[in-house]
């Protein structure tokens, strides 16, 4: 039998314990082949073990595993497949069995349910040939709703990625799980095919909510995508008449009262003394159109993306042409599409750069202190004011290069960030750096996949 490599897989990929549920032997057996069965969905995603399933025997009352070598040879079908499987290197497939439809009923859906919410996407996509129950509930804007909360809430950002931009000699977007970059010796990341993709075409990454990602295509074609399902949406024009030489700004997030993805496109025209014209559009996803909002009077916004957090989208902007000097923190309320001002912590003394940034959600600044440090504040919602989190020192051996873009910090309170187109893992316990090993590239981001639908 089966039943302790069952555990062994499950404990070391679920933790899953909510046993209270079961009622009977049998229904603690059927659950035991039940997530064998989910177990080696997840290898075969996250190993790349190509796993032979045969539909019309999927759902056998024996339970059994098989193993074979590339030359098709059986090596074992029992219980003893688990150290069969760790001593063979050759192994490519893997057949199993597991209970009748009819006996997994006997289940608790919840417990079902449970299980599969601790799938990755991938895994979550082959389960729904599974039958047409399991179709159902994975297609379900319930399930959906479950295994977003479920994958954001995640401490080990178990289905979190890190997207990056290169020019290499195209545009060109790489993906690798969080975990792989900052566990890794060395990291996979292999390209993503992204919606028109063409060899002279221009991507970049305006932002990434709830598993779906914006991208901007040669700067005014915008996409929304989501790379798990691999569906996409091409946003209609939003047409501006302005005068040549004005440029773009977007913005993407998400309206949690509306229920609604939102596009907010920045056009802007500016000469020596400053803004002479700009005109802000919002794109509705459940609309599908865009509308013009009031337009933006709080200086010259920096040429950025919008920066979304609290339900809100916030743009860095300069009162004149001098970016070095006094500089504002401007809010867009995608539910009222009111404006407001985002008041700064207090500095201190001493300055040479900053940028605005995202950090777990929440908006954050990178404040450069004379090349001397750099601190980042993160402004936590609930609290509603400025904490300085890490103070970050500079090395004679980091040139004149400026630390951005904090993309996460780890249970362990390494900083994941980006510098000088390259990964930098920090750690305040020791003030030490290390470096992932990641070719160098334009620009990152992070994203966690999920089965939102476009």
Same mark, same amino acid.
């Given at each position: 039998?089966?039943?302790?490599?069952?555990?062994?897989?499950?404990?070391?990929?679920?933790?899953?314990?909510?046993?209270?549920?079961?009622?009977?032997?049998?229904?603690?057996?059927?659950?035991?082949?039940?997530?064998?069965?989910?177990?080696?969905?997840?290898?075969?995603?996250?190993?790349?073990?190509?796993?032979?399933?045969?539909?019309?025997?999927?759902?056998?009352p024996?339970?059994?595993? $098989?193993?074979?070598?590339m030359?098709?040879?059986?090596?074992?079908s029992?219980?003893?497949?688990?150290?069969?499987?760790?001593?063979?290197?050759?192994?490519?497939?893997?057949?199993?069995?597991?209970?009748?439809?009819?006996?997994?009923?006997? #289940?608790?859906?919840?417990?079902?349910?449970?299980?599969?919410?601790?799938?990755?996407?991938?895994?979550?996509?082959?389960?729904?040939?599974?039958?047409?129950?399991?179709?159902?509930?994975?297609?379900?804007?319930?399930?959906?709703?479950?295994?977003?909360?479920?994958?954001?809430?995640?401490?080990?950002?178990?289905?979190?990625?890190?997207?990056?931009?290169?020019?290499?000699?195209?545009y060109?977007?790489?993906?690798?799980?969080?975990?792989? #970059?900052?566990?890794?010796? @060395?990291?996979?990341?292999?390209?993503?095919?992204?919606?028109?993709?063409?060899?002279?075409?221009?991507?970049?990454?305006?932002?990434?909510?709830?598993?779906?990602?914006?991208?901007?295509?040669?700067?005014?074609?915008?996409?929304?995508?989501?790379?798990?399902?691999?569906?996409?949406?091409?946003?209609?024009?939003?047409?501006?008449?302005?005068?040549?030489?004005?440029?773009?700004?977007?913005?993407?997030?998400?309206?949690?009262?509306?229920?609604?993805?939102?596009?907010?496109?920045?056009?802007?025209?500016?000469?020596?003394?400053? @803004?002479?014209?700009?005109?802000?559009?919002?794109?509705?996803?459940?609309?599908?159109?865009?509308?013009?909002?009031?337009?933006?009077?709080?200086?010259?916004?920096?040429?950025?993306?919008?920066?979304?957090?609290?339900?809100?989208?916030?743009?860095?902007?300069?009162?004149?042409?001098?970016?070095?000097?006094?500089?504002?923190?401007?809010?867009?309320?995608?539910?009222?599409?009111?404006?407001?001002?985002?008041?700064?912590?207090?500095?201190?003394?001493?300055?040479?750069?900053?940028?605005?940034?995202?950090?777990?959600?929440?908006?954050?600044i #990178?404040?450069v202190?004379?090349?001397?440090r750099?601190?980042?504040?993160?402004?936590?919602? $609930?609290?509603?004011?400025?904490?300085?989190v890490?103070?970050?020192?500079?090395?004679?051996?980091?040139?004149?290069?400026?630390?951005?873009?904090p993309?996460?910090?780890?249970?362990?309170?390494?900083?994941?960030?980006?510098?000088?187109?390259?990964?930098l893992?920090?750690?305040?316990?020791?003030?030490?750096?290390?470096?992932?090993?990641?070719?160098?590239?334009?620009?990152?981001?992070?994203?966690? $996949?999920? @089965?939102?639908?476009?």
């Open positions: 039998m089966i039943l302790l490599f069952t555990f062994n897989v499950v404990l070391s990929l679920f933790s899953f314990t909510p046993f209270s549920q079961i009622q009977t032997l049998k229904q603690l057996l059927l659950l035991s082949q039940f997530l064998a069965t989910i177990a080696l969905f997840s290898i075969s995603a996250h190993r790349q073990v190509s796993t032979n399933i045969d539909a019309a025997k999927l759902f056998s024996t339970p059994v595993i $098989e193993i074979f070598t030359e098709g040879k059986q090596i074992c029992d219980s003893s497949a688990n150290n069969q499987l760790k001593k063979t290197k050759a192994t490519t497939h893997l057949q199993f069995q597991t209970p009748s439809l009819g006996e997994i009923v006997d #289940l608790p859906e919840e417990i079902i349910q449970d299980i599969l919410l601790r799938l990755p996407v991938k895994s979550l996509l082959k389960s729904r040939c599974v039958s047409k129950s399991w179709n159902s509930l994975i297609s379900s804007s319930r399930f959906v709703k479950s295994h977003l909360k479920h994958s954001a809430e995640n401490a080990n950002f178990a289905n979190h990625r890190i997207i990056f931009t290169l020019l290499n000699p195209t060109t977007l790489k993906q690798c799980s969080v975990n792989s #970059l900052m566990r890794d010796p @060395l990291v996979v990341a292999p390209n993503v095919d992204f919606p028109n993709q063409t060899p002279h075409s221009t991507v970049w990454v305006v932002g990434s909510c709830n598993g779906i990602i914006c991208l901007a295509i040669d700067e005014d074609d915008v996409f929304l995508w989501n790379p798990a399902t691999r569906k996409s949406k091409q946003l209609p024009s939003a047409v501006v008449e302005m005068k040549p030489g004005f440029y773009y700004s977007w913005g993407f997030g998400y309206c949690k009262s509306e229920g609604d993805y939102k596009v907010v496109g920045l056009f802007c025209d500016y000469d020596d003394g400053g @803004l002479r014209e700009s005109v802000v559009k919002i794109y509705s996803l459940r609309a599908d159109s865009w509308k013009r909002i009031g337009d933006f009077s709080f200086g010259v916004p920096y040429d950025d993306t919008g920066k979304f957090a609290g339900g809100k989208l916030h743009f860095a902007a300069s009162k004149g042409m001098d970016f070095g000097s006094s500089w504002t923190i401007v809010s867009l309320d995608l539910e009222s599409e009111a404006y407001g001002i985002v008041e700064q912590p207090s500095y201190g003394e001493g300055f040479s750069n900053f940028s605005l940034e995202l950090l777990g959600g929440c908006l954050s #990178l404040y202190y004379e090349m001397k750099t601190d980042l504040w993160v402004l936590k919602e $609930e609290e509603e004011s400025w904490t300085r890490a103070s970050i020192p500079y090395s004679s051996g980091l040139g004149n290069y400026v630390y951005s873009n993309l996460l910090i780890m249970p362990n309170g390494e900083i994941l960030l980006v510098f000088s187109g390259s990964f893992v920090y750690n305040p316990k020791d003030d030490s750096f290390r470096w992932p090993d990641v070719e160098r590239f334009i620009e990152a981001d992070i994203y966690f $996949e999920s @089965l939102v639908p476009l």
